[in-house]
């Protein structure tokens, strides 16, 4: 997945879905949430919510989808997620059961991963 | 659900679940965290980070999974559950395809939500 923004302790990466998608990662490897320096904590927090503010004013999604899980990849990574009515899965999760064929016809993602760059 | 714990800005309910799965509400209804004052998202991700140290110590599972979507009900809830490899879900979230009749054995949940709520 191609890296959108990085410093020395996190990084944001670009999933590739019909829906806006982004991940954060944490630059070290770390299990769980409370095994994160504080200050990291603080920051992924601060993404989270810069994140969603930018994908609510651009894509007026019907919901922001947040989590943190790692049973795949035990390492901690959150996911942040715009959801539409008629995308494949809502209301389910995006890894639930596929409800319809989604046929989204959303602006840009290009553009709105580099103008939130720029803010961050 | 029952309410475990509550004050004048959350309540936790305790979800009836193979595993150990709390859920922390907003006493004021709230549909995105980012609507949430500061003071009270501060408050949440606290809570987050006492529960999973918590459960992490009580019950050492697999991995701690965190999420808050909401698109059934447009309010902002954060879930923190415990997993394990045995449960009927694992590696998948809960919401996730069924992977076996889980069968797990655990400490008391109740006497872990008594403990939690002596220390918050």
């Known amino acids: 997945m191609p890296i959108i923004h990085e410093n020395k302790i996190l990084r944001i990466e670009a999933e ?7 991940i954060i990662f944490t630059q070290k490897p770390y299990k769980e949430m409370s095994h994160v320096p ?16 930018e994908m609510l004013a651009y894509y007026k999604p019907e919901k922001i989808n947040i989590c943190s899980f790692g049973n795949y ?12 009515k008629e995308d494949s899965f809502f209301p389910e999760s995006m ?3 596929k409800q319809r064929e989604g046929n989204l016809s ?9 103008s939130l760059v720029k803010k961050l």
């Open 38 to 53: 504080l200050e990291v904590r603080q920051e992924i927090y601060a993404l989270l919510d810069k994140i969603e503010r």
């Open 73 to 84: 990849l035990p390492i901690v990574h959150w996911h942040i997620m715009a959801r539409f």
């Open 106 to 114: 959303l602006p840009s993602y290009e553009f709105f991963c580099k």
């Open 95 to 97: 890894w639930g059961i």
């Open 16 to 22: 590739k879905s019909e829906i806006p998608w982004l």
